[in-house]
């Protein structure tokens, strides 16, 4: 498969709205668990949202929880991320990433486990 690209990041506002997206033309030959992670500089990498197109379940971080949606446009072959009431301590690097379904939640962001990674889009957001 060919590498996953991000776009859509930028620098907003507290409480400012973004939506990165990440296509890529086999996300809908087959089915995979998606999920897009986040890192800052010597941070581990953290998943904020996943989604199975297998079963259509999503699993989100406690942190972005009611603020972040997941979703996979399958006409555009295309995953996003809607993140809204953005706050600071979202700045990072988002980075979109693919594996096989049918991961437990329990390990949904278990990074070990996808194999395609994108190199990311910046996300800053300033008080």
């Known amino acids: 498969q060919a590498q996953l690209l991000e776009s859509g990041g930028g620098s907003v506002q507290t409480v400012g709205s973004l939506r990165l997206s990440c296509p890529a033309a086999?996300?809908?030959?087959?089915?995979?668990?998606l999920a897009w992670y986040r890192q800052i500089p010597a941070k581990e990498r953290e998943g904020v949202a996943a989604i199975d197109t297998g079963s259509g379940s999503t699993s989100y971080a406690d942190s972005v929880k009611g603020r972040f949606i997941i979703s996979l446009d399958n006409a555009k072959n295309t995953l996003y991320l809607e993140m809204n009431s953005l706050q600071p301590e979202d700045t990072a690097l988002y980075s979109c990433?693919?594996?096989?379904?049918?991961?437990?939640?329990?390990?949904?962001?278990?990074?070990?486990?996808?194999?395609?990674w994108g190199q990311g889009t910046q996300v800053t957001v300033s008080s």
């Open positions: 990433a693919a594996t096989h379904p049918g991961i437990h939640s329990r390990y949904i962001f278990a990074a070990e486990l996808y194999r395609q």
């Open positions: 086999w996300f809908t030959v087959r089915k995979y668990a």
